[in-house]
Structure formats: structure tokens, C-alpha cells
């Protein structure tokens, strides 16, 4: 972090395909933003994989990570395309757990 501002993010680690992608899709996208803004752009992306499969999905400013909108048809693939931002969203709040829940 350099003040409130993510500058330099990255990840460590293996797993499905899912997570992976999101893993570094979420690298690009959160890099050079505020905490609050990375905050509101974890509840857009988890909204948007959480959300009714039936209806359309709200894509707003998520730009590319739009592309897990599709993971919202397999509940048991949510927690994989999520993992890695409960894991960002935990450390910007100083803590050392990590839920998907």
C-alpha cells in the first residue's frame, strides 16, 4: 500500500482454473486503487457471482472480471472464483483469517 492506494498486488499459490484466473484478474484490476474502492469493486464482484442466474447480470465497472458472471450457474464454483478476494479484502483489514462464507 502507498497511503490508501494498492500499489503493488500479487499472489502465490495453485488451484483450479477458476481461481487462478480470478487471482490475477483481481491483481490487475484492484492495482492503483483506493482501499474503499477496491472494497466496493469485491462487493460488485461478488454480487455478481452470488447473483440469480435467472436474470441478467449487473456487470457495472467490472470491466474484464465480467467474465466470471457465468460462474453465478455453479454454486460450487463460487467459492473458487472468490477465495482470492476474501483473501485481499481480509488483508486490507489487517486480518489473518480468511472465510468464503
Known amino acids: 500500500m502507498d497511503g490508501d ?9 495453485g488451484g483450479c482454473a477458476i481461481s487462478t484466473a480470478s487471482a490475477s484478474l483481481m491483481t490487475e484490476a484492484v492495482k492503483g486503487r483506493s482501499g474503499a474502492e477496491v472494497k466496493q469493486l469485491f ?5 455478481l457471482v452470488t447473483s440469480d442466474p435467472t436474470r441478467e447480470p449487473e456487470i457495472g465497472e ?17 467459492k473458487c472464483a472468490t477465495l482470492c478476494w476474501h483473501a485481499l479484502r481480509a488483508a486490507l483489514e489487517g486480518g489473518e483469517a480468511v472465510s468464503t462464507e
Do not use: S, T
Not at 492506494?5 to 499459490?13: C, D, H, I
Not at 462487493?43 to 454480487?47: A, I, L, S, T
Open 5 to 13: 492506494k494498492v500499489e503493488a498486488v500479487g499472489f502465490e499459490g
Open 43 to 47: 462487493e460488485d464482484f461478488h454480487g
Open 62 to 78: 467490472l470491466g474484464k472480471l465480467a467474465v466470471f458472471g457465468g460462474v453465478r450457474e455453479f454454486p460450487l464454483r463460487v
